[in-house]
Structures are given as C-alpha cells and as structure tokens.
C-alpha cells in the first residue's frame, strides 16, 4: 500500500472524486454536445468531460466503471470521472499495455533487445484469433521482438501475447507490474509458465499507469517513446475515441481497446498541440446489447465514438503537462 501512495502523490494524481462520482453531472444532457468555444480551465474541461460521458454511457446502457482526468499545470490532474474506478475486473487486451510495459522493462535492463528474434511455430498461433499471425499460415517463420510488440499494440494481435511469454513469463510480468506499484494489474497464469490469459486491472490503476508511462517514471526515455508511438500510431485502434477524428486529431490520442465476451474496454491518452498529456480515461464497459458484436456498431464502441470527439474539444485550451511526445509524421505511400 505504501508503494501505491508514494507512487500516486509522486505522479501528482487527483484524488477530488471517489468512486462513483462524475463530476459535473448536474449538467443538462446537451451540455454534451454544447457548441460553445472549449473550456479555458480544468475544472471546466472536466465538467464538461463529465457531463459528455454521463450521457454517453446512459444512452448505451450496461455497466460502466471509469476513471478520467484532466491534467491542471498548477497542480494535480482535476478528475473528471470515477465511475466504481476501484473495481477488480477483467481488462483483456486493454493489459496488453501492461504486457509490453513487462517486456520494454527488460529492454531497458537489457535483457532483451527489440531486435531480437522469436520463433512463430504453428502451435502457438492462436486459432482465428485477432491480428495477424493467423492469417500468414506459413510457419515455423521468425520475427523480431519489435515486429512483435508493434502488432501486440496496434492491430492487437492475440499470438502476440503468447509470443511475448516466451521472453517474458506470466510470474515474471506480474512480479514486474507489481514492484512498479500496480498489484490490481496482472495477468492470470496457466499451467505454462509461458502463457498466461491477458487478466484484470482497475479503472484507476489503468489510467495511473497511463500517467505514469507520459510521466516518464515507469520506462525509460527511450521505451516510453517507442510504446506511444505504436498507441498512437494511424493503424492503432480506430473504431472508438478515434473513430469520427481526423488524421491530425487521431495523431493526438494514444489508444488500446479490450473486447470479448460482452466488455467493450478503451483506455488511453489525449495530448495537447505540443504532445503534453492533457486528458488520460479508462473507459471498461460491459452488459450492453449485441454481445456477439465486434464492430463499430456496438452500443459501446458507439458511445465511446461519440465521447471521443467531444473529450478532445473539452481540452483543446488546456495546456498539458510533463514532457512534450510530438508524433511523428506519417503519410501514405503509393509503393515504388
């Protein structure tokens, strides 16, 4: 308990909510969709992160749990959203933030390296599961512990979590997560030792470590420029908070969506114009209609395509905080 204290009054995070608070809904349902020029203060931008989210999630239906903030450069982060943020519940691929988190930890101690190779044999592809690797149906084949981690992130590959248990086994990923301060994030071990299911978090416990990952106080410089590059990247989630963005806005969130069974998860960061965080949310839904929808039609996804937008211009006055993480600039090629 004492790590996690330490770690949340060290990253300057907000406590003004407590579970089941959303701040600001009083607020007139429009008050979502309001017009009105972007908030010029905190508090401001999160009543009206609040008030959007608020009315979101009750036209999806289902449960929600959720924890947003906005960050205040004269202080701690204003939360906007503590929706029962202190719930134990499975993230699924929302955790593959925290598996890379694992794996670029021991890059930076040097026991591995991203151009490293692992082997892709037939036996651990996962059958029709999400990504790639299923599709390429010519194995044993090799690829880099990068190639690995880039689709973990961005196309959310599913043999890509077991492909990481070979460097990186569950005991050890939870041992990890743990001495970083986050015991209510691990993942849930098999009888191999290599293969784990991708487990639980909280609401909170998944926007500290987003905090603390833009903090620049869970992985290197160098780490932490890698892994939000590929949560940002323009092949990273897209049918959520990015979905109605533009190609400049989508540049300015760095995203990872979680979806089986009937939850429907997305957490992540907003940046500023600079690249300094300015909003950081963990959406976990579940229980609402069309469970055996995976698409952009989900009530869910529907809901968080809605938020998204209107979080961005909730924050667009508001100056971020920390270090600046400008994004590359990325166009589409027509070959040659």
């Known amino acids: 308990m004492t790590i996690r204290l330490n770690r949340r009054t060290a990253l300057g995070l907000g406590t003004m909510a407590t579970a089941g608070t959303v701040l600001g809904t009083a607020a007139p349902a429009g008050a979502a969709a309001s017009t009105d020029a972007s908030p010029t203060t905190p508090t401001r931008a999160a009543r009206r992160v609040a008030a959007t989210f608020e009315r979101y999630r009750a036209e999806a239906g289902g449960n929600w749990q959720a924890y947003v903030s906005v960050a205040d450069p004269a202080g701690p982060p204003v939360v906007a959203v503590a929706a029962d943020a202190d719930r134990r519940i499975e993230a699924y691929s929302v955790n593959k933030i925290a598996v890379a988190t ?11 390296t991203l151009d490293q190779r692992v082997e892709v044999t037939e036996a651990i592809v996962v059958p029709g599961g999400d990504g790639i690797f299923s599709l390429d149906g010519a194995y044993p084949s090799l690829v880099t512990l990068g190639h690995v981690l880039v689709n973990l992130l961005t196309v959310s590959d599913d043999t890509a979590v077991r492909l990481c248990g070979l460097v990186a086994p569950a005991a050890e990923i939870n041992s990890i997560l743990l001495a970083k301060g986050f015991p209510n994030t691990q993942v849930q071990p098999v009888a191999n030792p290599n293969r784990f299911f991708l487990g639980t978090s909280t609401p909170r416990e998944t926007h500290d470590l987003l905090r603390a990952l833009v903090g620049g ?42 979806w089986y069974a009937d939850a429907r998860h997305e957490a992540g960061v907003i940046f500023d114009r600079s690249g300094a965080a300015v909003l950081t949310y963990a959406l976990f839904a579940d229980g609402q209609a069309d469970p055996e929808d ?20 909730a924050v667009d006055r508001i100056a971020g905080v920390g270090t600046t993480y400008r994004s590359a600039a990325r166009r589409p090629s027509n070959g040659g």
């Open 294 to 313: 995976f698409g952009a039609t989900h009530p869910a996804v529907q809901a968080r395509a809605e938020m998204g937008p209107r979080f961005l211009a």
């Open 217 to 258: 106080t869970l992985l290197s410089p160098a780490s932490t420029t890698y892994l939000l590059g590929l949560l940002r990247s323009p092949v990273a989630f897209t049918d959520g908070i990015r979905r109605t963005m533009s190609s400049d806005e989508r540049t300015r969130v760095a995203t990872k969506a979680g």
């Open 102 to 112: 694992a794996v670029l930890d021991k890059v930076d101690r040097r026991l591995l």
